[in-house]
């Protein structure tokens, strides 16, 4: 099946610093991307949508300076928290939707990027 | 909008016998699929089971099958024969079909917890 990688798989850095997470679907184009934060215990929020050679639409409450998206391929959406500071500490998901058949409406995620900001 | 409401923080189960997770929705549009993700400790989401708003049957994957109600607007899981390896977090979702690559609407989830 479809596979969407992510990387790092963790990371932890310092507050004030910028972190740079990839998204990557690995047997597929993804001319889409979702990106989503996960807090302790909670549920799959909705931060952006990456779109290929376009800007990214960003949810709302979601401030698109800090959290830059670049969707610069097929393959490869990035997600770069800029001064991070440590409420930005949450495990990010990314997620990518494969055209046709049963896939259609199915949407492949990445195994996840635990962000730990000290 | 749409919107998922999962009622259940938290089950419980003994290994082997079957379980059922509450997961309602709300949409005002007609076409639609519901799905239900597993989550455990690792992180990753794993697919489980598909519903479409217009399937006449209700889907089955093996030991999940989604109890579809859509004149009550729910989408039950229901895992038999529940083994030790189920343990974990249970997201139903929603999205709509109509607008290309839409995205998905997650509930709160529930905690599964499979005892032997």
């Known amino acids: 099946g479809a596979v969407v990688s992510q990387h790092p798989s963790w990371v932890i850095c310092k507050s004030g610093t910028s972190v740079k997470i990839e998204c990557r679907s690995l047997?597929?184009?993804?001319?889409?991307m979702f990106w989503y934060r996960q807090f302790p215990k909670q549920s799959l929020m909705l931060m952006a949508t990456s779109n290929e050679g376009s800007k990214a639409t960003y949810e709302q409450g979601v401030e698109k300076d800090k959290f830059l998206i670049n969707h610069a391929s097929l393959t490869l959406s990035t997600l770069t928290v800029t001064s991070a500071h440590p409420e930005d500490s949450s495990f990010y998901i990314c997620?990518?939707?494969?055209?046709?058949?049963?896939?259609?409406?199915?949407?492949?995620f990445g195994p996840g990027t635990r962000l730990t900001v000290t | 909008a749409q919107k998922i409401t999962q009622t259940q923080p938290g089950m419980f189960v003994q290994e082997k016998e079957a379980v059922t997770l509450d997961c309602t929705y709300d949409?005002?549009?007609?076409?639609?699929?519901l799905f239900w993700y597993k989550q455990p400790s690792s992180g990753e989401m794993i697919f489980l089971i598909y519903?479409?708003?217009?399937?006449?049957q209700n889907a089955t994957e093996g030991r999940y099958s989604l109890n579809f109600q859509k004149a009550r607007k729910s989408a039950n899981l229901v895992i038999s024969a529940s083994q030790l390896g189920d343990s974990a977090m249970y997201f139903c979702?929603?999205?709509?079909?109509?607008?290309?690559?839409?995205?998905?609407?997650f509930g709160k989830g529930t905690m599964l917890l499979v005892s032997p």
């Open positions: 047997d597929f184009q993804a001319t889409t």
């Open positions: 997620s990518a939707p494969l055209a046709g058949g049963r896939s259609s409406y199915e949407q492949y």
């Open positions: 519903q479409g708003s217009y399937d006449q």
């Open positions: 949409t005002s549009d007609p076409s639609y699929g």
């Open positions: 979702a929603m999205r709509v079909l109509n607008s290309g690559y839409s995205t998905l609407t």
